[in-house]
């Protein structure tokens, strides 16, 4: 069920998205809106689930993590027993930021970060080769981040 939204709802997504940790008393000023009438709103917005959480988004270069390599997984089949054992091995690979299904040449897309492309051999290795059902691996390594956004389009 898709919540509908009105444009003080938009304007208060659009500030937390990009300042989470904004206090009631300013997120309220920069949506002109009385601080009670704004604490209810988010509450709401909180409540219906389309704030799912507040989250602090760390740097992954300052963390010695600044490769990111995207990884196309093909399947050996398509059955719901290899889908969901492949879907609950990767959710514990510790460096596998996300795990996208797909439509078109390869069944899965991951996005790992790593040291380097040293550290992402011991990641393959270790964990990426062991994944059950894969027929085939290939790997994409990023040489620059362009663009990057958490922020839904409102």
């Known amino acids: ?42 509450q709401r917005l909180e409540a219906s689930g389309l704030i799912r959480d507040y989250v602090a988004l760390l740097d992954a270069r300052k963390l010695g993590r600044p490769t990111t390599v995207f990884v196309e997984i093909t399947l050996s089949g398509q059955s719901d027993d290899i889908l969901e054992a492949f879907e609950k091995a990767v959710a514990r690979v510790p460096d596998v930021l996300e795990c996208h299904l797909m439509a078109g ?15 992402f051999a011991r990641i393959h290795r270790q964990h990426l080769t062991r994944l059950p059902g894969v027929a085939r691996m290939q790997s994409s390594f990023a040489l620059r981040t362009v663009f990057k956004t958490t922020a839904l389009p409102l």
């Open 1 to 42: 069920m898709r919540l509908q939204l009105d444009n003080t709802d938009r304007r208060l997504l659009t500030v937390l998205q990009k300042q989470g940790r904004i206090s009631n008393a300013e997120l309220s000023e920069r949506v002109n809106l009385s601080p009670s009438a704004c604490h209810r709103r988010v």
């Open 105 to 119: 040449s390869a069944d899965y897309i991951l996005k790992v970060v790593a040291e380097d492309s040293e550290d």
